[in-house]
C-alpha cells in the first residue's frame, strides 16, 4: 500500500495510542529502563526529550523516516512517518506493546481503548477548504449550502462508523484543513497540508496483556482495508485532483 501512495500523497504516517485510566508512571528508573531497553532494540530511537507534560524518545527528525514514542498522562503514544513499508512500522508498534507494559506496571483492567491511526497528507498552496469542498462535498446536496460568489472557508468533515456490527470497534474518517484566521481573512494561503485521519479503535474488554498483539493486528487489518477499498479511491483520489486542478 505504501508504494501506491507516493503518486497521492506528501506524507503518510502510522501511529497508535494504547489510553489508560490512570496515570502512567513517570519515576527517572522507570522511564530510563524503558527507553534504554527499545533503543537497543531500534538504535534510530536515539533521542530523548522530556516536555512539559510529556516524556519522548525519537529517532532524528531530519530523517525522512521518523520514529517517536511518547508518554504522556494516561496515554502511550509511538510513530513511524513515511515507513519503507507497513511492516517497518508494525514492528515497532508491536514491539512497544510487548515491552512498555511490564516496565510501566499496566494492568489489563487499566486498559480505556486501543487505537491505530493512518495519517495521510496532501500539500496544497490554495483555499484548503475549497479544494476539501469541491473535492468531496460539491456534488452532493450540501453544495446547495454555498451559492454563486460564496467562499467556502471551512470544510473538514468527520464520519464514524461501526466496524462489522461490533459495538466496541469503531472507525473514524476526519478531514482537516489547517486553515489559519490570518489565511481565511486575508485570502493568502500558506503552501500547508490538507490531513486525512483514519482511526480504528477497540474499546473492547482487555483480560490479558498478551492480547494487545492479537488486537493490533485486527485493528492493523481493518485499517489496511479501509484504506484501501474506500479512502483512496473516495477521499485521498478526488482531494489529489481538486488539488491539481487548483494548480
Not at 499496566?106 to 480505556?112: C, G, L, T
Not at 492493523?220 to 482495508?225: F, K, N, P, T
Amino acid at each position: 500500500m505504501v508504494n501506491e501512495l507516493e503518486t497521492l500523497v506528501t506524507d503518510f504516517y502510522v501511529n497508535q495510542k494504547l489510553a489508560l485510566k490512570l496515570d502512567l508512571p513517570g519515576s527517572r528508573e522507570t522511564v530510563l529502563d524503558l527507553f534504554g531497553r527499545l533503543k537497543k532494540e531500534f538504535p534510530q530511537l536515539s533521542n530523548f526529550r522530556r516536555f512539559e507534560d510529556e516524556l519522548a524518545l525519537e529517532s532524528d527528525d531530519l530523517k525522512r523516516c521518523y520514529s517517536w514514542l511518547s508518554l504522556r498522562g494516561t496515554m502511550l503514544r509511538s510513530g513511524y512517518v513515511t515507513p519503507a513499508d507497513l511492516t517497518e512500522a508494525y514492528d515497532l508498534h508491536r514491539r512497544i506493546l510487548e515491552v512498555a507494559p511490564y516496565f510501566l506496571s499496566i494492568s489489563p483492567i487499566d486498559v480505556d481503548h486501543q487505537e491505530l491511526v493512518f495519517g495521510f497528507d496532501l500539500e496544497a498552496q490554495a483555499n484548503r477548504d475549497a479544494i476539501v469542498f469541491n473535492a468531496l462535498l460539491r456534488d452532493g446536496p450540501l453544495a446547495d449550502l454555498v451559492e454563486e460568489g460564496e467562499g467556502v472557508v471551512e470544510a473538514q468533515p468527520v464520519v464514524g462508523l461501526t466496524i462489522e456490527s461490533n459495538p466496541d470497534m469503531h472507525a473514524f474518517i476526519e478531514v482537516k484543513t489547517r486553515t489559519t484566521p490570518k489565511e481565511r481573512s486575508s485570502g493568502l494561503f500558506g503552501r500547508e497540508p490538507i490531513s486525512v485521519f483514519l482511526t480504528v479503535r477497540n474499546s473492547s474488554r482487555v483480560d490479558s496483556l498478551d492480547e494487545l498483539g492479537p488486537r493490533f493486528a485486527a485493528l492493523a487489518g481493518y485499517a489496511e482495508r479501509l484504506s484501501e477499498e474506500r479512502l483512496v479511491p473516495s477521499v485521498l483520489t478526488p482531494i489529489k485532483h481538486a488539488i491539481l486542478a487548483q494548480s
